[in-house]
Each structure stands twice: as structure tokens, then as C-alpha cells.
């Protein structure tokens, strides 16, 4: 069973610019989630799609979207790139069956905004 | 609010030794969920554990066990005869049921350095 791929797993943009972070999940899960993880803040809650909507978010600026596609298939977006935005963004897969669920997760996209 | 500390920054062990890693959790929620994950150097998180707020039942699996303990609001983790393939950064995570969804809150991670 395939695990959980993210694309790309490294990315340099430059301030201001945008981006866009590719998750694709375990087939048949249909909870996709998103985190930032950095060496300041730690691990942080950015979304959680399912069936294409999204059910949970966390404190984080407009600048952060994502979506979900009909295969479960999901992107993140973040816009007018910050320095502060640098970090690894992992994503998780899930049944989505509640939050007892087990998530799985890829080994990230390392973003460095220069 | 929920909140999750895990104290212990970093532990350095000799293989063989056992280790515990502790930590607490905060949550106003009456039902719950604690996970331990595990992140390799190649950046995903690994599942470990999973123990639900109504189950306080400690178990063992493998090398692996757990004290769960709602008296004390604390969710520690012991790794038995430690190995050097354990060295990674130990995450514990709370996530609630009224969050409906999956949306894990994570303590700032314990890094375990196991030492042939």
C-alpha cells in the first residue's frame, strides 16, 4: 500500500512570491490535514480537508489556503511569501472516521523562502 | 485550551538502557485522545500509540509501553532495551472530540539520541 506523497519535497521561492504544495493521500482515506512544522513554533494545525471540504482550521492568516480534490488528492497555497513562512509542511492522511483516527504521515515539503 | 508539554528537551541514552519520555497534556474536553509519533531524520512522522481518555489501562507492546494517567493529566512513554535505530524526535499529541475532525495539537518533541 502506497504511503503518503508529497510534492515537491524541497522548495526555495523568494519573498512575496507564491506557492503551491501537493499532497497525495492513502488510497481510501479522505481526511487530508496540514501542519507547518518549524524550530520555533513546532508542529502547528493549519487545515484538515474532507470530502473536498474543509472541516477543521487553525490560526493562521488568510495567506494560507489549501483545497480538496474528488480523488482526495489535496494542495496547500500560500501566497505573498514571508521569510517567517520557511518550514517543513507535512501532511497527514486519515480514515477521518473523528479525531481518534490514526494518521499517517509524508515526509513533507521543505520550503525556504529566501 | 488544550495544550501539550513535554519537558524533557533532549535525552542521550547508551544502547540497551530503557528510557521514558514524559508527557502532559491540558484539556477541558472529558473525552480525548493521546498519541505518540515518532520522526525519523527523513521528516515523517511514525505512529506509536494511540490511548483514549476513558481507557486508562496501561499496556505494553513490544519494547514499547505506556503510563497513562488522567489523576495526573500525564502520558508517558518507555522504549525497553533502547536501540540505536530509536534516535529520533518523539512527538506526544492530544486530539479532542469536539474537534470532530483530525487536528492534532503536539508538544514541542523530546529528541532521544541512543548511543551505540
Known amino acids: 500500500k502506497a504511503g503518503v506523497t508529497q510534492t515537491p519535497r524541497y522548495l526555495i521561492k523568494t519573498r512575496g512570491q507564491q506557492v503551491t504544495l501537493s499532497c497525495s493521500p492513502i488510497?481510501?482515506?479522505?481526511?487530508v490535514s496540514w501542519y507547518q512544522q518549524t524550530p520555533g513554533q513546532g508542529l502547528q494545525f493549519l487545515f484538515e480537508?474532507?470530502?473536498?471540504?474543509?472541516?477543521n482550521k487553525g490560526n493562521f492568516p488568510g495567506r494560507f489556503s489549501g483545497r480538496q480534490f474528488s480523488n482526495s488528492r489535496s494542495e496547500m497555497n500560500v501566497s505573498t511569501l514571508e521569510l517567517g513562512d520557511s518550514a517543513l509542511y507535512l501532511c497527514a492522511s486519515s480514515l477521518g472516521d473523528g479525531p481518534n483516527t490514526e494518521a499517517f504521515f509524508g515526509q513533507g515539503t521543505r520550503l525556504t523562502v529566501v | 485550551a488544550q495544550k501539550v508539554t513535554q519537558a524533557q528537551t533532549e535525552i542521550s541514552v547508551v544502547e540497551k538502557e530503557d528510557v521514558t519520555l514524559d508527557c502532559v497534556y491540558e484539556t477541558r474536553d472529558t473525552t480525548y485522545y493521546l498519541f505518540w509519533y515518532k520522526q525519523p531524520p527523513s521528516g515523517e512522522l511514525v505512529f506509536l500509540i494511540r490511548?483514549?481518555?476513558?481507557?486508562?489501562q496501561n499496556e505494553i507492546s513490544g519494547r514499547y509501553s505506556w503510563n497513562f494517567q488522567k489523576s495526573t493529566s500525564s502520558f508517558n512513554f518507555t522504549i525497553t532495551a533502547s536501540q540505536v535505530v530509536d534516535s529520533a524526535v518523539y512527538f506526544c499529541a492530544l486530539s479532542e472530540l469536539g474537534n470532530y475532525g483530525q487536528n492534532f495539537v503536539f508538544g514541542p518533541g523530546t529528541r532521544l539520541s541512543v548511543l551505540p
Open positions: 488510497s481510501g482515506h479522505r481526511s
Open positions: 480537508y474532507f470530502s473536498e471540504t474543509q472541516r
Open positions: 490511548r483514549n481518555s476513558f481507557d486508562e
